[in-house]
């Protein structure tokens, strides 16, 4: 069961750990690594497996697991990019964004034999800002799951926006103005604003787009903005 440190304070997971050992560490390939012993675990930067479930493994004759590990609690920090989670009945996530970074840390309870997740912390360092430059016509931006604001400018009088690739579902990001060329928002891709053409038409404009779990980035609030 969980570790419990009291005399330097709290602490979870074994005594000098990553300095005389390495307890808790998750091979590369193992979708259902085993949590029996511990709370703390961690995923290497190599790691590139698609996390399944998490194991429990009972002592002989000493019960049924559901009843014998009710309640554990177990937390994971991630070392690199390539570790996802699959949700599933036994492994419940609460939004649908199963992709994680050098940093992030997500907490599970075990209860009725499935692993409910209580929280999640994503390494704040990674958020950015990016801007780019609409080439006239139409145009798309890429965008990180980590992406929250996004200046956009043009070479033109006429820059439309239609589409954003990348991100996660319920990411949001706003949209704003970085030059004088007037930006234009259109539904003709995977964006929707309500109206076929929004236009950012003043240089605090800000529109704020959602992407919902259609793939779509729907429009969700702005202002300095006009149809």
């Given at each position: ?78 070392g ?13 996530l609460?939004n ?8 992030d ?9 499935a ?9 704040q360092?990674q ?7 609409l ?9 990180t799951?980590?992406t929250?604001?996004?200046g ?26 970085t ?32 992407k919902h ?15």
């Amino acid at each position: 069961m969980p570790d419990f440190r009291i005399k330097y304070g709290k602490a979870v997971g074994p005594l000098n750990n990553f300095y005389a050992r390495t307890d808790g560490t998750f091979s590369d390939t193992d979708t259902t690594p085993d949590v029996t012993n511990g709370c703390l675990f961690y995923t290497l930067a190599t790691n590139t497996a698609t996390i399944t479930n998490f194991d429990l493994a009972a002592t002989a004759g000493a019960g049924n697991a559901a009843g014998l590990f009710e309640g554990k609690e177990i937390r994971l920090v991630f070392g690199g990019s390539g570790t996802t989670l699959a949700p599933s009945a036994r492994l419940l996530l609460t939004n649908t964004d199963s992709l994680f970074d050098t940093g992030d840390v997500i907490n599970f309870m075990y209860h009725t034999s499935a692993w409910y997740e209580t929280s999640r912390a994503n390494d704040q360092s990674q958020y950015s800002n990016i801007t780019d430059v609409l080439e006239g016509g139409s145009d798309g931006i890429t965008v990180t799951r980590y992406t929250k604001n996004v200046g956009l400018s043009g070479v033109s009088a006429a820059n439309v926006l239609k589409s954003i690739s990348g991100g996660a579902t319920f990411q949001s990001v706003n949209l704003y103005k970085t030059g004088s060329n007037p930006i234009s928002v259109s539904t003709s891709g995977n964006i929707y604003t309500g109206s076929d053409v929004m236009a950012i038409n003043e240089s605090t404009g800000i529109l704020t787009l959602v992407k919902h779990p259609g793939g779509k980035w729907c429009a969700s609030h702005g202002f300095g903005i006009a149809p």
